[in-house]
């Protein structure tokens, strides 16, 4: 499977930005899907992850109640919703895809998508 990140913005504290996460491949829907975060300097970092079929879906608990990863697997996509953004939100988010039970660390992930900056400005 190919992955591919987009919905690069600039939005100020507070506010709210939607990254996507496109694949290609007939067997999407086989995938659980996790998004990563890097900002400048640190490591990368858990963000979110949901279920081949949507219905479970889990988070770091800094993101918990801001943001809300959901997926359209008849439009093999994939969306992170990231709403109160802080200024420590800023990074590269990207997407990954493994089969398997559910992890929160990338070197659990086989498959990975160009990331998407999201710069938050106080």
């Known amino acids: 499977v190919q992955l591919q990140a987009s919905g690069r913005g600039l939005v100020q504290a507070g506010g709210s930005l939607r990254v996507s996460c496109a694949a290609s491949?007939?067997?999407?829907?086989?995938?659980?899907v996790g998004w990563f975060r890097q900002a400048p300097g640190k490591d990368r970092e858990f963000v979110a992850a949901?279920?081949?079929?949507?219905?479970?879906?889990y988070y770091a608990d800094s993101m918990k109640g801001r943001f809300t990863i959901s997926r359209d697997n008849a439009k093999k996509t994939v969306y992170l919703q990231m709403n109160s953004l802080k200024v420590e939100d800023t990074a590269v988010y990207s997407c990954?895809?493994?089969?398997?039970?559910?992890?929160?660390?990338?070197?659990?992930?086989?498959?990975w998508g160009q990331g998407t900056l999201v710069t938050v400005s106080s």
């Open positions: 990954a895809a493994k089969q398997g039970p559910r992890a929160t660390t990338p070197s659990s992930y086989n498959y």
């Open positions: 491949g007939r067997t999407f829907d086989s995938y659980h």
């Open positions: 949901i279920s081949w079929s949507g219905s479970v879906t």
